[in-house]
């Protein structure tokens, strides 16, 4: 397949992309290289190969839920801008 500037500009208009002619003519040449590329690995015979959605095997992030000491009221506030009766003081922002 082969990518024109025609193909190029089309995407760019689906987009709303303004492009120069520097650029089309830059795009037009990475994606006909990018088509190319592809094309050289629909070659590859991945009859045996299982269908994947990912290359790294899926580990659990879960952890088991145990009670610890959390962080002390100060040692929250330490480095808050404001702060007030023991909570985080912030400014208005709905007038």
């Not at 037009?28 to 790294?56: F, M, N, W």
Request: with cysteine.
């Amino acid at each position: 397949m082969s990518i024109t500037k025609k193909d190029v500009l089309h995407v760019a208009d689906l987009a709303r992309l303004a492009l120069t002619e520097k650029e089309i003519d830059l795009y037009t040449g990475q994606l006909q290289r990018i088509l190319s590329y592809v094309e050289k690995l629909s070659e590859l015979d991945t009859s045996g190969v299982a269908p994947t959605t990912t290359t790294v095997p899926p580990e659990t992030a879960f952890r088991e839920d145990r009670v610890t000491p959390s962080l002390a009221q100060e040692d929250a506030l330490r480095n808050a801008p404001l702060s007030e009766k023991g909570c985080f003081k912030v400014p208005k922002i709905i007038e």
